[in-house]
């Protein structure tokens, strides 16, 4: 009875065996093209030989056995045509280094049968996934996409821009014109708080910018230019004034002066009054000339390269001073981040009904491009489910997919595989940009 039953199962499995091959069979050669493709390249590539190359990286990268290696055709559609089968010198990383990669500068890759033929001249570019957030952001919103979303936000603001500023602009007016009062008042406090740091601070300007920098600059270079455009002003305005000036007149109250029985003031006053009734009216009538003249030292001082120096080197200091960012970083958390005066006039005015009712209608108002713009990234069943872009950053970010890829680059000219010396194929790796097309999900 037992060797019954072993005969009964062996004939059973036999007869699903056949089943399942005469199915296959019968699949097969009801489409010719499977036929005449899929049988040829399954038993080429289980009999035929595989072509190996080390691999030589200009310099170390992330790889990994099992990592792919691809070939363009002119379609800019892919095929792979190899992957890497050894990582490091020697006899290579095994275990869990093989499988998670390691950073190096050799390899090797196996090329598939009856694919294409990686002549001696050939390269390899090495691609990356970046892990970083820019990455994820340019991915999911290449240049095409960009823009569509951008016309779709100016149409939206347009549409309902008058409307939601009418609803939000007294609010933002109140916050801000309370907030700036606050400010106002406890912005003198706090620098008065740090008042021994400012005058520490301006004490070291005063002595490295000021007396050692400036000061120079302004004898060596800016005076003599200020000299120069101010003497004709200076020389037409004196003119006037000194036409005007009566030397008798001062003369007598200067001796008037000297008298014991005289006030002392008598030249002082004849003095202001000249100025008054004189001078002033003069200065001002050239005030056009004076303020050129001033432009013209400015503008030629502006073009000194040494002043232009000297200004830059300055600003950089003071720019760069640790001990200035300490105490305005201070100043300014003291008197909006940590303030509370401030923060409850925020509370008061974005809490209160006016704001929740002008907030719910902006919302309102652009929830329509909000959900346009997430099925421009994300993709919807009208065009086809989840977009490519979606799908390459949740295989990378989520599954861990398609972080490392080669590309082969045939030699352009048949000389090259030619001239090339006998032995082992050796093929210099070069790390590439980004790639115009993707291997695994397509786009950018």
């Known amino acids: 009875m037992r060797i019954t039953r072993i005969i009964t199962g062996l004939l059973v499995w036999v007869g699903v065996f056949a089943g399942l091959l005469w199915t296959l069979n019968t699949q097969i050669m009801s489409q010719g093209s499977v036929a005449s493709n899929l049988v040829p390249s399954l038993f080429s590539y289980s009999t035929g030989s595989r072509t190996y190359a080390d691999l030589k990286m200009d310099q170390s990268v992330r790889t990994a056995v099992g990592d792919p290696i691809f070939f363009i055709r002119d379609d800019l559609t892919f095929q792979q045509v190899g992957e890497i089968v050894r990582i490091g010198e020697g006899p290579g990383e095994t275990g869990t280094a093989a499988i998670i990669g390691i950073y190096t500068r050799d390899a090797q890759a196996m090329f598939y049968p009856d694919r294409i033929a990686v002549p001696p001249g050939s390269t390899l570019s090495f691609y990356e996934t970046e892990d970083s957030i820019a990455w994820m952001l340019k991915t999911l919103i290449p240049p095409d996409k960009r823009a569509i979303i951008t016309q779709e936000i100016n149409d939206a603001i347009a549409a309902n821009r008058e409307e939601i500023l009418a609803a939000l602009l007294p609010i933002v007016n109140d916050t801000l014109q309370e907030a700036l009062l606050v400010v106002q008042d406890e912005l003198p406090k706090s620098i008065a708080r740090h008042a021994p740091e400012l005058e520490k601070l301006g004490s070291k300007y005063q002595v ?28 037409k305005i004196g003119s006037k004034i000194w036409e005007r ?7 007598v109250q200067y001796m008037w002066d000297l008298n014991p029985f005289g006030s002392g003031k008598n030249l002082e006053k004849s003095w202001n009054e000249f100025l008054d009734k004189e001078a002033m009216p003069i200065l001002e009538s050239h005030t056009e000339e004076i303020i050129a003249m001033l432009q013209e030292v400015v503008a030629e001082a502006s073009k000194n390269e040494k002043v232009r120096a000297v200004f830059g080197e300055s600003a950089k200091q003071v ?8 105490v305005v970083w201070t100043v300014l958390k003291e008197t909006i981040i940590q303030n509370p005066k401030l923060h409850a006039v925020l509370v008061k005015h974005w809490t209160s009904d006016r704001a929740k009712a002008a907030i719910q209608l902006a919302g309102q108002r652009m929830e329509p491009l909000v959900v ?34 080669y590309v082969v680059n045939l030699p352009v000219h048949a000389a090259n595989a030619a001239d090339a010396e006998d032995g082992p194929l050796v093929l210099p790796v070069k790390r590439a940009s980004d790639p115009v097309v993707h291997p695994f999900v397509g786009g950018r």
Do not use: C
């Open 208 to 235: 490295q910018i000021i007396e050692k920098k400036l000061t120079p600059l302004v004898k060596e270079e800016i005076w003599p230019i200020a000299r120069k455009k101010a003497m004709p002003v200076a020389n």
């Open 245 to 251: 000036v009566s030397v008798g007149k001062f003369a």
């Open 319 to 326: 720019l760069a001073d640790s001990e200035l960012h300490a």
């Open 372 to 405: 346009k713009i997430g099925d421009t990234i994300f993709g919807t069943e009208e065009t086809g489910g989840i977009s490519p872009q979606l799908a390459r950053v949740m295989r990378y970010r989520l599954l861990q997919k398609d972080t490392r890829w």
